[in-house]
């Protein structure tokens, strides 16, 4: 079975610092890897994904990760937040020829002026 | 983009009544629809998977008869919780699928509160 392991469960950064948020996760096979972002009120939104190819992924609203498969890592980056990032962050998981995700518990990112 | 609406956002009811949460997707048709229990400070953990005009698939330790899934089209899928108890009391979240595998959606989830 899959799992994913979000260390961090809170982070403050500074407004305009760099972030990255951990994720580990375990799967035997090839991962699909996902970050989504939780606002208060709002569904879950997509910030990017990782099926195959480079493993550097290029997300929505300046986000990045990088997949390495040596680690089981699949964490995310921004070189400047923004006060409006504070939200909560969420890695999932899924297998190839299925659309269930396996969600870790998530990190809630604080945006400190 | 793709919207996925859940009524109500919040509801509260009393300990043996039952509760229906709808979740619609706007303005796509959804083949699959999925919903999530999350409790605070957790992960958000499937429940069950729907697949319009079939019985919805259950993930281990859920109650079927507990926690009733219609997914009558491919716009709407219900989730009713029969004789509630303050122990069902969580955020409830939707999401749909395009038909494209991983492309799911998510509604902005529903607050139930069991007294």
């Known amino acids: 079975a899959q799992s994913v392991t979000q260390p961090d469960i809170h982070i403050t950064v500074s407004e305009g610092a760099s972030l990255e948020l951990r994720c580990n996760y375990s799967?035997?096979?090839?991962?699909?890897l996902f970050w989504y972002v939780q606002s208060p009120g709002q569904g879950l939104q997509l910030l990017l994904k990782y099926f195959s190819g480079d493993t550097l992924v290029q997300g929505i609203k300046g986000f990045e990760a990088e997949f390495k498969r040596s680690q089981s890592s699949f964490n995310l980056r921004k070189p400047s937040v923004h006060w409006s990032d504070a939200a909560e962050y969420f890695c999932a998981v899924g297998a190839a020829g299925y659309s269930t995700l396996t969600f870790g518990k998530g990190t809630m990112l604080l945006v400190s002026p | 983009g793709a919207v996925v609406s859940q009524h109500p956002s919040w509801v509260i009811c009393k300990s043996g009544t039952s509760v229906k949460i709808e979740c619609r997707s706007l303005?796509?048709?959804?083949?699959?629809m999925f919903w999530y229990r999350q409790f605070p400070k957790q992960s958000l953990m499937l429940m069950a998977t729907?697949?319009?005009?079939?019985?919805?698939?259950?993930e281990q330790g859920v109650e079927k008869d507990k926690f009733l899934i219609n997914h009558a089209s491919l716009t709407l899928s219900t989730l009713t919780v029969t004789s509630a108890h303050p122990e069902d009391s969580s955020f409830y979240i939707c999401s749909a699928e395009t038909g494209a595998v991983y492309e799911q959606y998510f509604g902005p989830g529903t607050r139930l509160t069991v007294t």
């Open positions: 303005d796509f048709q959804a083949t699959t």
């Open positions: 729907s697949n319009e005009g079939s019985k919805a698939t259950y």
């Open positions: 799967y035997g096979a090839t991962p699909y």
